[in-house]
């Protein structure tokens, strides 16, 4: 599905210069502090927003209509500077459910088709919202409504399963001041966003299931608060909720609040990733672009940014000119000073050692006894389209571990480990004289069971 690199340790995480001031730093303390910022922003800066990115893990995405499938203008900047990208209409209920049982997935999967041809992955939006609703919805109230937001869910997941990293499936369910917002679906009783989560991780246990709104990025604000609380709720309860949307529409009125960095923290801290899903600024501030991308920099747990748009002339809020190429499809000061922000960035993508990666319910094997040794796989790193895991043998330095992934994952590297690869859905390792840790890269292709592994003694 994803233009996937053979070996994605390799694409930029590891910056060559700033890792050698780093050593440096060690050694001769403060001498290396100007040696750091000038590596770190030379030699190693990347020019188009998805390599800046993609250099910390995160991905940068644009949103497009159907219709921009006709644009060749857009198109060419969207496969040189985007590697994410969001639907701006096409995977809404009233597009892809316009009638009750009947779905139709035409323009969202001609969407879905040129992104991942051209290399790129898709956010899927959005699968419950008060706005843009099937007419069959605004017909129906209490029970029926929610088994038809339900039923929506299970058709759409359905129909995209495994292809998506991340959904919204609920938008915007918050009032400004942090109770929830009046609409049909709220008086189908006030579970129905948990009841809305619980049908989306049944139906495609691969996709991270996000919630998403608008006016939640200041940390002191009402609504804020609202979600905050909320997602934290679900999390003590175990309601599946996997990401945070933050719409980051700093346009109509909004902008930039000094606390943004705070609250991306603070929802991180809970145990889901965060992300910038549909960002635009009035006349697209430099100061506020630069300001939001770092926010997301610092953010271990940020995962992307996404402008809803690529052109002022793309932009649902075009008289503000809030994006970051004008009309003729040329690079404004702002797309300077977020590539810059994405450059300056250090801190890896790191979506926490304690989540399993995507599917809860496939358990991690802790290990399967064979002879007399043991394998314990723990998470490592995890992205949004692969995961690192690290095995640690015990009960022999002589060790022989089998590994397995199910079809499509893969294993796409090793390290501290000398393997063999009867295939890429399975390696053999033996100790490369690197000690009884070892750790493996696997690309998900949609599907995050982890591995079974065996241990035998030779
Ligand atoms: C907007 C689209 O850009 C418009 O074309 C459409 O008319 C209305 O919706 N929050 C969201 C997006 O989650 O789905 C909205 O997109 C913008 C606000």
């Given at each position: ?29 403060s ?10 922003t ?10 800046g ?19 060749s ?89 495994g ?37 989306a ?13 608008y ?9 804020t ?10 999390k ?34 809970l ?10 600024v ?35 809020r ?17 797309y ?81 480990v000398?393997?063999t ?15 009884n ?22």
């Amino acid at each position: 599905m994803n233009d996937v690199p053979a070996h994605p340790e390799h694409r930029g995480h590891f910056r060559p210069l700033l890792g050698g001031a780093v050593t440096l730093a060690v050694v001769v303390g403060s001498v290396a502090v100007a040696t750091l910022s000038t590596a770190g922003t030379a030699s190693a800066a990347a020019s188009t927003l998805k390599a800046g990115a993609e250099a910390t893990g995160r991905y940068f995405g644009a949103a497009m209509g159907a219709d921009r499938l006709s644009d060749s203008g857009f198109l060419a900047i969207a496969s040189r500077e985007f590697d994410m990208m969001t639907a701006v209409n096409e995977m809404k209920p009233d597009a892809t459910e316009p009638y009750s049982g009947q779905f139709n997935f035409s323009a969202g999967d001609s969407i879905y088709n040129w992104v991942t041809s051209h290399g790129m992955r898709m956010r899927g939006h959005t699968l419950a919202w008060h706005g843009q609703q099937p007419n069959f919805w605004r017909n129906l109230s209490g029970s029926s409504l929610r088994s038809a937001m339900l039923e929506h869910i299970n058709g759409v997941l359905t129909h995209y399963k495994g292809k998506m990293p991340y959904w919204d499936v609920v938008n915007e369910a918050f009032a400004e001041d942090g109770s929830r917002r009046q609409s049909n679906l709220q008086a189908t009783g006030n579970d129905w966003i948990e009841a809305a989560f619980k049908a989306a991780r049944a139906a495609d246990p691969s996709t991270k299931l996000c919630y998403n709104d608008y006016n939640i990025e200041n940390w002191t604000y009402g609504k804020t608060q609202g979600v905050y609380n909320m997602i934290k709720d679900f999390k003590s309860r175990g309601v599946p909720v996997d990401c945070v949307g933050f719409q980051t529409h700093f346009t109509g009125g909004s902008s930039l609040p000094s606390n943004f960095q705070t609250t991306l923290q603070n929802f991180a801290n809970l145990g889901v990733d965060v992300a910038l899903t549909e960002v635009d600024v009035t006349n697209a501030s430099t100061s506020q672009y630069a300001g939001l991308t770092q926010a997301c920099m610092n953010v271990s747990r940020c995962v992307g940014i996404t402008t809803w748009g690529i052109r002022d002339s793309d932009s649902w809020r075009s008289s503000e000119s809030p994006l970051l190429f004008d009309g003729s499809g040329n690079k404004k000061a702002a797309y300077t000073s977020v590539l810059n922000a994405l450059n300056a960035g250090s801190s890896t993508v790191s979506t926490g050692p304690s989540q399993q990666p995507g599917n809860p319910s496939s358990s991690p094997t802790s290990g399967q006894q064979g002879g007399s040794c043991t394998a314990t796989l723990s998470a490592g790193q995890q992205w949004g389209d692969r995961y690192n895991l690290n095995v640690s043998v015990s009960g022999s330095d002589n060790w022989t571990v089998t590994m397995n992934v199910p079809s499509p994952e893969r294993i796409s590297s090793v390290w501290n480990v000398s393997g063999t690869w009867p295939s890429s859905q399975v390696m053999i390792g033996k100790p490369n004289g690197s000690g009884n840790n070892f750790g493996v890269t696997i690309m998900t292709n949609g599907n995050w069971t982890w591995p079974s592994v065996s241990c035998s003694t030779s």
